[in-house]
């Protein structure tokens, strides 16, 4: 066990609320969706287990939104809306929420921006009027920002420069779209981060904070009654804004060539290749293809001992890989994607390992789907819906983020039962959007494999 | 992908406990002696039809014999890789089947099994898991497979700032005893364990004299007792002997690793107060104003809120078995390292000098006591605490305690704790990157 501080865990926790997500087992009746005058969206999941709330607030503004130039100015306003407002002094904010016991933090990604703290259920009320505060009332002095810009130009270099997977990673997105903004990084290019200002962070609030912008998710010991009351009086007042308008980003043009992209690096030690494919994402009301592709991945690469890759490449006199694995996040406003990893046993080269990857999802395809194989996770779908409301925090987040990328209470809703209908024949139906003219290949490797 | 705002600091020891509510669910703990003997900690909950198991072995890594570093860890890897009549595919098959889910994982100073499964099919998801516990087969083409995992992890470390921070630390502080090296083994050792190293590990380490188990979920005691003789009443009755107290022995300096990256992580620390210390909550107070999980710990707020240093700085008491410990880490760039290590000296001889002030004591202990019901919020949860607090050798009334024992904490005792807890001449920085002007000291 090393004495360093954690730090990737949370990242994790937070990007899979997607696919293999849904809430079939919550009986329905304990999720409340109604809207608020001025447009905002309000979802409750009572769960009285346990005298706590989530209380969330989720932006349908993302880094996709970003004008071109400004990368990361979603995610430095999401830092900056922990300074002040006209309420609060700079600084107070998560000190406030600690006072009451509470903790508080908040995320960016490609479609949305969300807040968040965890809280006695009694103290609802007092989050919900800060959150709402800061809606509306940003205070930001030269100083806060000057000296946020640092910090989360450290928050880069840790994440990304620091990691020679991520660095290739973010290359490797910035590859996969030719004209999409999911091509640049949340985080924002290191060069422009620099270049933000304060009126840039005020313009994008400005722009996208606003209550018919946004999602109100509280999820736990609560009543639907109760916090819509509050909500009423807390949110309720607030002006909604004009320009919020449909989210129109630039989409792709037709990817006809594939990419393939490498990097070496003294610091990496074990190659690795992945390939991710643009796919479609959940669409709102046609759930089918969507819980179809996450059959695929699942039987693909779900698990490292019984999946079609594992089975493949990991086991037998000759293994072509120590890790296999794939996945696909559907939950998007704009694209699905689909991946897959492998790592390659010391004496195997990532050609090698390329070839048999691609020759085991020929294989796979060519031919019937293994029955047992495919009730199995018919089966894991289903008992993940009964293990889920154990998470009212994670149902919170499931909710958030399809609503924040074009779903419905109603999509989320039937997702489950989207699951269970899945055949044999729609997977491998949805296989045919792995085609290598929408893929990235990316090799990471060691810095002396790659001057042989 | 998603960015967040802070890393999340994990939790390192229980806290104390608010109004009611807690009151509620943990009234609801029961002690359970099977008959056979095996005791646990049960939270009835029938609202979802599943139940949480957590074992904890204490021993892990640490039971080590000489010369086989990494025999527990890898045999932990091995335990799900085939039992009884079935291979490594056919258990993991047989497992899916029935959407149950098992974790198992060594520490330096325990293994630790999870357990998640289906009241429709509770019996066969405790069959295939006791098989695995009891009967695992280590077959040989198993083994090599997940050595050749750990081994790519290995190399991976090596090159890992993070990883190797941490274990330079370690080796300085504790050497030749397991806790001065990674419970993981080194590729040496790991390549020339054997079978008979790995059956050794998993007789000496999966032991009943030496297990703690909680369960929360859709079970009653009465169904819980009958359960665990027949999971875990297989296992030998004593184990390997545990190892022996760890003596610290890093002294206070810089030891800096050269690696290639634009930003440095640093690991500090020097020793802590071990968890039965009558001074352990005073010291806990201390370390929460100091560096703990808030924007407004005073850390945070030098390093980050006021300078923009870094994206986050924590610190830690880490009282293990063997060894206690105040750990603290953040990464920063390579020109502000001096900077950054002499601000942290500095703030805790100002904390050792002075101790905290009313208004920081207050904070902390509201927050300490509001937040500690906050975790028992899912079954999961609460059978991680549970099973932790006995391991501790705390009371099973222990969280109605708790929040009086916070709140009786003084402003003199942060004084005096802070005074000798905290000792800037003995901190050791480990320093893994290429700062500018730092040099190792020793």
Redesign the interface.
């Known amino acids: 066990m090393n004495a360093a501080v954690l730090r990737g865990a949370a990242l994790a926790g937070l990007m899979v609320v997607g696919a293999a997500a849904a809430a079939q087992t919550v009986p329905e009746d304990a999720v409340t969706a109604f809207t608020l005058p001025n447009g905002m969206e309000v979802v409750v999941i009572e769960d009285d287990r346990a005298p706590v709330v989530t209380h969330m607030v989720w932006y349908r503004a993302g880094s996709a939104d970003e004008p071109r130039g400004k990368s990361g100015i979603a995610h430095f306003l999401e830092h900056l809306m922990f300074k002040g407002t006209d309420e609060i002094p700079s600084g107070q904010f998560s000190e406030r929420i600690a006072a009451q016991g509470g903790s508080d933090n908040a995320f960016t990604s490609f479609d949305y921006t969300g807040y968040f703290q965890r809280i006695a259920a009694d103290r609802l009320d007092l989050v919900m009027a800060m959150e709402a505060d800061r809606m509306r009332d940003l205070i930001l002095s030269e100083e806060d920002v000057a000296t946020e810009r640092q910090v989360i130009l450290e928050e880069r270099s840790q994440r990304v420069d620091s990691d020679p997977g991520s660095v290739l990673q973010e290359q490797a997105r910035a590859a996969q779209f030719l004209n999409h903004p999911y091509g640049t990084p949340i985080i924002g290019w290191r060069h422009e981060i620099e270049g933000l200002t304060r009126a840039d962070a005020l313009d994008w609030y400005a722009r996208f904070y606003a209550p018919n912008n946004a999602i109100l998710v509280v999820a736990g010991d609560v009543t639907a009654d109760a916090v819509r009351r509050l909500a009423e009086a807390r949110y309720g007042p607030l002006a909604p804004s004009a320009g919020i308008g449909e989210r129109m980003r630039p989409s792709e043009p037709p990817q006809l060539a594939e990419r393939r992209i490498s990097m070496a690096d003294p610091r990496v030690s074990e190659p690795v290749l992945q390939r991710s494919y643009v796919v479609p994402a959940r669409e709102p009301g046609d759930p089918g293809p969507a819980a179809a592709m996450t059959y695929l991945a699942e039987l693909l690469g779900g698990s490292g001992t019984t999946s079609a890759l594992a089975r493949a490449m990991q086991f037998g006199a000759e293994p072509t890989a120590v890790y296999t694995s794939a996945w696909y996040d559907g939950v998007a406003l704009d694209y699905g994607s689909f991946g897959l990893a492998v790592v390659p046993p010391p004496g195997v080269t990532l050609e090698r390992a390329e070839a048999a990857m691609d020759a085991a999802i020929a294989d796979f395809l060519s031919k019937p789907i293994d029955p047992a194989a495919f009730e199995r996770v018919r089966t894991q779908l289903r008992a993940a819906e009964i293990y889920a409301r154990d998470d009212s925090d994670g149902l919170a987040r499931r909710y958030g983020a399809a609503l924040a990328s074009g779903l419905s209470v109603q999509d989320v809703q039937a997702w489950p039962e989207a699951l269970q209908a899945v055949t044999p024949e729609a997977v491998r139906a949805a296989a045919e959007a792995l085609d290598r003219r929408r893929s990235v290949t990316s090799w990471l490797m060691p810095e002396d494999e790659a001057s042989q | 992908?998603?960015?967040?705002?802070?890393?999340?600091?994990?939790a390192l020891v229980a806290l104390p406990l608010?109004a009611q509510?807690?009151r509620a669910?943990i009234a609801a703990i029961e002690e359970v002696v099977s008959p056979g003997g095996i005791r646990a900690w049960l939270v009835p909950?029938p609202?979802?039809?599943?139940v949480?198991l957590e074992i904890r072995f204490r021993g892990g890594?640490s039971l080590d014999a000489p010369g086989r570093r990494g025999a527990v860890n890898l045999m932990t890897g091995l335990i799900e890789?085939g039992a009884g009549d079935l291979d490594?595919?056919g258990?993991?098959?047989a497992r899916?089947?029935?959407?149950a889910?098992f974790r198992f994982r060594a520490?330096?100073?325990d293994v630790a099994v999870s357990a998640?499964f289906?009241t429709e099919n509770r019996d066969a998801a405790v069959d295939l898991l006791r098989a695995a516990l009891t009967g695992p087969r280590f077959d040989a083409?198993a083994v090599e497979?997940v050595r050749?995992?750990v081994l790519?992890g290995l190399?991976?470390d090596?090159?890992?700032?993070?990883?190797i921070?941490?274990?330079v630390?370690?080796r300085d502080a504790f050497g030749d005893h397991p806790y001065g090296s990674?419970?993981d083994g080194t590729l040496d050792s790991v390549a020339a364990l054997t079978r008979d190293d790995v059956l050794a590990a998993w007789r000496g380490a999966l032991a009943r004299d030496r297990i703690y188990v909680s369960a929360v979920g859709d079970i009653t005691a009465e169904a819980l007792g009958p359960m665990l003789d027949r999971l875990l009443g297989g296992l030998p009755a004593t184990g390997a002997p545990l190892p022996p107290q760890a003596a610290y022995g890093a002294r206070g300096g810089v030891t800096v690793v050269d690696?290639?990256?634009?930003?440095s992580?640093i690991?500090f620390?020097h020793e802590g107060l071990p968890r039965d210390d009558p001074d352990f909550f005073a010291a806990f107070i201390a370390n929460e104003i100091l560096g703990g999980?808030?924007?407004?710990a005073r850390l945070m707020t030098e390093l980050?809120?006021?300078?923009?240093?870094?994206?986050?700085v924590?610190t830690?008491l880490?009282p293990r078995d063997r060894a206690a410990?105040m750990?603290?880490?953040l990464?920063?760039?390579n020109a502000t390292v001096a900077q950054a290590i002499d601000l942290i000296r500095a703030e805790w001889a100002r904390m050792a000098a002075e101790g905290v002030t009313q208004a920081e004591l207050d904070?902390a202990k509201?927050?300490?006591?509001?937040?500690?019901?906050?975790r028992?919020?899912?079954?999961?949860a609460i059978a991680n605490i549970l099973v932790g607090m006995q391991m501790e050798g705390l009371p099973i009334d222990y969280a109605q305690t708790r929040n009086a024992r916070i709140e009786a904490v003084t402003l003199e005792d942060l004084r005096r704790v802070a005074g000798s807890l905290l000792r800037p001449e003995d901190l050791h920085f480990v320093v893994v990157g290429r700062p500018e002007g730092v040099e190792s000291t020793n």
């Open positions: 992908m998603i960015a967040i705002r802070s890393f999340l600091i994990a608010l509510p807690l669910q909950e609202g979802i039809p599943f949480a890594t890789e490594a595919q258990f993991a098959a899916d089947a029935l959407a889910e520490t330096a100073d998640r289906l083409d497979r050749g995992q790519a190399r991976s090596a090159r890992d700032p993070r990883t921070a941490g274990e630390f370690d990674s419970g690696f290639p990256s634009p930003q992580v690991v620390g999980g808030r924007f407004s980050r809120e006021r300078r923009g240093l870094t994206y986050g924590a830690y880490m410990l750990m603290g880490s990464d920063t760039a904070a509201t927050y300490l006591t509001g937040s500690y019901p906050l028992f919020d899912s079954n999961a």
